[in-house]
Protein backbone atom coordinates (compact mmCIF):
# COMPACT_ATOMS: atom_id res chain seq x y z
CA UNK A 1 0.00 0.00 0.00
CA UNK A 2 2.84 2.56 0.93
CA UNK A 3 4.35 1.66 -2.48
CA UNK A 4 1.01 2.41 -4.09
CA UNK A 5 0.61 6.11 -2.12
CA UNK A 6 4.47 6.90 -2.85
CA UNK A 7 4.10 6.05 -6.87
CA UNK A 8 0.58 8.00 -7.08
CA UNK A 9 2.86 10.82 -5.21
CA UNK A 10 5.23 10.41 -7.15
CA UNK A 11 2.71 11.18 -10.25
CA UNK A 12 1.11 13.87 -8.95
CA UNK A 13 4.36 15.33 -8.40
CA UNK A 14 5.56 14.69 -11.84
CA UNK A 15 1.92 16.40 -13.32
CA UNK A 16 2.43 19.21 -10.80
CA UNK A 17 5.67 19.69 -12.71
CA UNK A 18 4.47 20.25 -15.76
CA UNK A 19 2.80 22.85 -14.37
CA UNK A 20 3.76 26.84 -16.33
CA UNK A 21 6.39 28.86 -14.81
CA UNK A 22 4.66 32.21 -13.64
CA UNK A 23 6.96 35.06 -12.77
CA UNK A 24 7.88 38.83 -13.57
CA UNK A 25 5.21 40.86 -12.64
CA UNK A 26 2.42 38.58 -12.45
CA UNK A 27 0.64 39.45 -9.14
CA UNK A 28 0.84 36.79 -6.52
CA UNK A 29 -3.20 36.08 -6.74
CA UNK A 30 -2.42 35.55 -10.91
CA UNK A 31 0.00 33.08 -9.68
CA UNK A 32 -1.54 30.83 -6.74
CA UNK A 33 -4.86 30.95 -8.98
CA UNK A 34 -2.65 29.31 -12.16
CA UNK A 35 -0.99 27.32 -9.44
CA UNK A 36 -4.88 25.42 -8.35
CA UNK A 37 -5.83 25.61 -12.08
CA UNK A 38 -2.76 23.43 -12.76
CA UNK A 39 -2.24 21.26 -9.44
CA UNK A 40 -4.09 17.69 -10.44
CA UNK A 41 -6.80 16.72 -8.06
CA UNK A 42 -5.29 14.44 -5.43
CA UNK A 43 -5.31 10.70 -6.13
CA UNK A 44 -5.92 11.26 -9.67
CA UNK A 45 -3.05 8.60 -10.35
CA UNK A 46 -5.14 6.11 -8.27
CA UNK A 47 -8.72 7.43 -10.34
CA UNK A 48 -7.40 6.87 -13.66
CA UNK A 49 -5.55 3.27 -12.88
CA UNK A 50 -8.98 2.31 -11.28
CA UNK A 51 -10.80 2.83 -14.48
CA UNK A 52 -8.65 1.35 -16.94
CA UNK A 53 -8.81 -1.54 -14.31
CA UNK A 54 -12.36 -1.55 -14.96
CA UNK A 55 -12.38 -1.09 -18.62
CA UNK A 56 -10.48 -4.00 -18.79
CA UNK A 57 -13.01 -6.47 -16.42
CA UNK A 58 -15.35 -5.19 -19.02
CA UNK A 59 -14.18 -6.12 -21.56
CA UNK A 60 -13.37 -9.89 -20.37
CA UNK A 61 -16.94 -10.17 -19.45
CA UNK A 62 -18.15 -9.17 -22.78
CA UNK A 63 -15.57 -11.86 -24.48
CA UNK A 64 -17.04 -14.57 -21.84
CA UNK A 65 -20.63 -14.15 -22.91
CA UNK A 66 -20.02 -13.99 -26.54
CA UNK A 67 -18.02 -17.49 -26.28
CA UNK A 68 -20.92 -18.47 -24.27
CA UNK A 69 -23.11 -17.74 -26.59
CA UNK A 70 -21.23 -19.44 -29.39
CA UNK A 71 -20.70 -22.34 -27.53
CA UNK A 72 -24.98 -22.48 -26.95
CA UNK A 73 -25.47 -22.37 -30.45
CA UNK A 74 -22.93 -24.99 -30.86
CA UNK A 75 -24.80 -27.44 -28.48
CA UNK A 76 -28.16 -26.61 -29.86
CA UNK A 77 -27.17 -27.38 -33.43
CA UNK A 78 -25.36 -30.61 -32.73
CA UNK A 79 -28.62 -31.48 -30.31
CA UNK A 80 -30.84 -30.58 -33.72
CA UNK A 81 -28.65 -32.90 -35.67
CA UNK A 82 -28.96 -35.97 -32.90
CA UNK A 83 -32.51 -35.55 -33.09
CA UNK A 84 -32.68 -36.00 -36.53
CA UNK A 85 -30.45 -38.62 -36.51
CA UNK A 86 -32.44 -40.27 -34.17
CA UNK A 87 -35.62 -39.94 -36.26
CA UNK A 88 -33.95 -41.26 -39.48
CA UNK A 89 -31.62 -43.75 -37.70
CA UNK A 90 -34.04 -46.84 -38.66
CA UNK A 91 -34.69 -46.26 -42.50
CA UNK A 92 -30.96 -45.09 -42.40
CA UNK A 93 -29.40 -48.82 -41.23
CA UNK A 94 -32.11 -50.33 -43.49
CA UNK A 95 -30.47 -47.89 -46.47
CA UNK A 96 -27.07 -48.66 -45.57
CA UNK A 97 -27.69 -52.61 -45.45
CA UNK A 98 -29.61 -52.57 -48.84
CA UNK A 99 -26.63 -50.77 -50.17
CA UNK A 100 -24.03 -53.71 -48.34
CA UNK A 101 -26.36 -56.13 -50.11
CA UNK A 102 -26.33 -54.37 -53.65
CA UNK A 103 -22.96 -53.09 -54.10
CA UNK A 104 -20.98 -55.25 -51.59
CA UNK A 105 -17.26 -53.83 -51.42
CA UNK A 106 -17.66 -51.25 -53.96
CA UNK A 107 -18.51 -47.39 -52.74
CA UNK A 108 -21.66 -45.33 -53.99
CA UNK A 109 -21.22 -41.97 -54.92
CA UNK A 110 -22.61 -38.57 -52.80
CA UNK A 111 -24.60 -37.14 -55.79
CA UNK A 112 -25.76 -41.17 -56.34
CA UNK A 113 -27.15 -41.38 -52.64
CA UNK A 114 -28.71 -38.06 -52.54
CA UNK A 115 -30.54 -38.55 -55.66
CA UNK A 116 -31.68 -42.09 -53.77
CA UNK A 117 -32.64 -40.26 -50.90
CA UNK A 118 -34.78 -37.63 -52.69
CA UNK A 119 -36.43 -40.79 -54.70
CA UNK A 120 -37.22 -42.59 -51.96
CA UNK A 121 -38.53 -39.54 -50.15
CA UNK A 122 -40.50 -37.72 -52.91
CA UNK A 123 -43.45 -40.26 -52.27
CA UNK A 124 -43.72 -39.25 -48.48
CA UNK A 125 -43.92 -35.83 -49.42
CA UNK A 126 -46.28 -36.24 -52.27
CA UNK A 127 -48.76 -38.02 -49.91
CA UNK A 128 -48.22 -35.17 -47.53
CA UNK A 129 -49.32 -32.77 -50.15
CA UNK A 130 -51.97 -35.29 -52.08
CA UNK A 131 -52.97 -37.83 -49.49
CA UNK A 132 -53.84 -39.72 -48.12
CA UNK A 133 -53.31 -42.32 -50.90
CA UNK A 134 -54.56 -46.01 -51.14
CA UNK A 135 -53.64 -48.95 -52.80
CA UNK A 136 -55.81 -50.51 -55.51
CA UNK A 137 -57.04 -53.34 -52.74
CA UNK A 138 -58.19 -50.15 -50.32
CA UNK A 139 -59.81 -48.67 -52.98
CA UNK A 140 -61.55 -52.58 -54.04
CA UNK A 141 -62.93 -52.21 -50.49
CA UNK A 142 -63.95 -48.90 -50.02
CA UNK A 143 -65.66 -49.09 -53.61
CA UNK A 144 -67.09 -52.62 -52.70
CA UNK A 145 -65.95 -53.98 -56.13
CA UNK A 146 -63.81 -56.09 -57.99
CA UNK A 147 -60.16 -55.57 -58.69
CA UNK A 148 -61.08 -55.49 -62.17
CA UNK A 149 -63.45 -53.28 -61.89
CA UNK A 150 -61.36 -51.03 -60.44
CA UNK A 151 -59.11 -51.21 -62.98
CA UNK A 152 -61.51 -50.52 -65.74
CA UNK A 153 -62.63 -47.60 -63.97
CA UNK A 154 -59.23 -46.09 -63.75
CA UNK A 155 -58.90 -46.91 -67.61
CA UNK A 156 -61.45 -45.07 -68.18
CA UNK A 157 -60.56 -42.19 -67.04
CA UNK A 158 -63.34 -42.67 -63.91
CA UNK A 159 -60.70 -42.66 -60.93
CA UNK A 160 -57.55 -40.34 -60.31
CA UNK A 161 -54.53 -42.65 -60.57
CA UNK A 162 -51.29 -41.32 -59.46
CA UNK A 163 -48.32 -43.50 -60.83
CA UNK A 164 -45.21 -43.63 -58.35
CA UNK A 165 -41.62 -44.31 -59.97
CA UNK A 166 -41.76 -48.09 -59.14
CA UNK A 167 -44.95 -48.37 -61.45
CA UNK A 168 -47.14 -48.38 -58.14
CA UNK A 169 -50.39 -47.32 -58.89
CA UNK A 170 -52.17 -44.93 -56.30
CA UNK A 171 -55.26 -43.41 -55.14
CA UNK A 172 -56.26 -40.23 -53.94
CA UNK A 173 -58.86 -41.33 -51.00
CA UNK A 174 -60.46 -38.09 -51.13
CA UNK A 175 -61.54 -38.49 -54.56
CA UNK A 176 -64.33 -40.55 -53.29
CA UNK A 177 -67.70 -39.15 -51.31
CA UNK A 178 -69.35 -40.63 -48.68
CA UNK A 179 -70.72 -44.00 -50.27
CA UNK A 180 -67.18 -45.00 -51.37
CA UNK A 181 -68.37 -43.78 -55.49
CA UNK A 182 -66.10 -41.13 -57.20
CA UNK A 183 -67.09 -37.53 -56.92
CA UNK A 184 -67.63 -37.53 -60.89
CA UNK A 185 -66.93 -33.50 -61.54
CA UNK A 186 -63.55 -33.52 -58.95
CA UNK A 187 -62.29 -36.21 -61.12
CA UNK A 188 -62.88 -34.84 -64.64
CA UNK A 189 -61.32 -31.46 -63.07
CA UNK A 190 -58.15 -33.68 -62.68
CA UNK A 191 -58.25 -35.13 -65.78
CA UNK A 192 -59.05 -31.23 -67.56
CA UNK A 193 -55.99 -30.33 -66.23
CA UNK A 194 -54.20 -33.40 -66.99
CA UNK A 195 -54.97 -33.39 -70.22
CA UNK A 196 -55.58 -29.88 -71.56
CA UNK A 197 -53.36 -28.42 -69.06
CA UNK A 198 -50.08 -31.06 -69.49
CA UNK A 199 -49.97 -30.91 -65.79
CA UNK A 200 -48.39 -34.39 -64.03
CA UNK A 201 -51.17 -36.18 -62.20
CA UNK A 202 -49.48 -35.44 -58.88
CA UNK A 203 -49.30 -31.26 -59.75
CA UNK A 204 -53.31 -31.79 -60.47
CA UNK A 205 -54.33 -33.43 -57.65
CA UNK A 206 -52.17 -30.99 -55.84
CA UNK A 207 -54.22 -28.26 -57.22
CA UNK A 208 -57.53 -30.58 -55.95
CA UNK A 209 -56.79 -29.81 -52.29
CA UNK A 210 -55.44 -26.53 -52.44
CA UNK A 211 -57.76 -23.48 -51.83
CA UNK A 212 -59.17 -21.53 -54.89
CA UNK A 213 -59.89 -17.85 -55.11
CA UNK A 214 -62.47 -18.65 -57.72
CA UNK A 215 -64.19 -21.12 -55.60
CA UNK A 216 -65.15 -18.96 -52.58
CA UNK A 217 -61.26 -19.84 -51.17
CA UNK A 218 -62.27 -23.38 -51.09
CA UNK A 219 -60.50 -26.40 -52.30
CA UNK A 220 -61.67 -28.14 -55.51
CA UNK A 221 -61.69 -31.29 -53.44
CA UNK A 222 -64.17 -29.92 -50.38
CA UNK A 223 -66.13 -27.64 -53.43
CA UNK A 224 -67.22 -30.90 -55.17
CA UNK A 225 -67.38 -33.06 -51.60
CA UNK A 226 -70.32 -30.16 -50.43
CA UNK A 227 -72.15 -30.51 -53.83
CA UNK A 228 -71.52 -27.45 -55.09
CA UNK A 229 -71.98 -26.38 -58.95
CA UNK A 230 -70.31 -28.70 -61.42
CA UNK A 231 -70.19 -26.23 -63.58
CA UNK A 232 -68.60 -24.07 -61.99
CA UNK A 233 -66.03 -26.69 -60.98
CA UNK A 234 -65.28 -27.40 -64.33
CA UNK A 235 -64.89 -23.94 -65.86
CA UNK A 236 -62.15 -23.32 -63.23
CA UNK A 237 -60.40 -26.78 -64.08
CA UNK A 238 -60.21 -24.71 -68.18
CA UNK A 239 -59.12 -22.03 -66.78
CA UNK A 240 -56.41 -23.18 -65.14
CA UNK A 241 -55.40 -26.01 -67.94
CA UNK A 242 -55.18 -23.47 -70.24
CA UNK A 243 -52.70 -21.15 -68.13
CA UNK A 244 -51.06 -23.77 -67.51
CA UNK A 245 -50.64 -24.81 -71.30
CA UNK A 246 -49.04 -21.62 -72.20
Same mark, same amino acid.
Given at each position: ?48 ? !?? *?? %????? &? $? ?6 ? @?? =? #? ?27 ? !?? *?? %????? &? $? ?6 ? @?? =? #? ?125
Amino acid at each position: MSKSRGASKGADAEIAGTRPRVGGDVPPETVELMNEITTPPRGASETLA !SA *VT %GLTSV &A $VVHEALEQ @LE =A #ARHALAHADAELRILALHEEASAVFAETL !SE *VL %GNRTL &A $VKDARRAA @LT =A #AAGTVWEDAVGPLLSSEQVRQLANVSRQRVAQLASDGLLIVLEEQSGTRRYPGWQFGPRGRPLAPLVAAHRTLVEEGHMSGWSAASWCTHPHGELDGRSPRDWATAGEDPERLALVARRDAARSAR
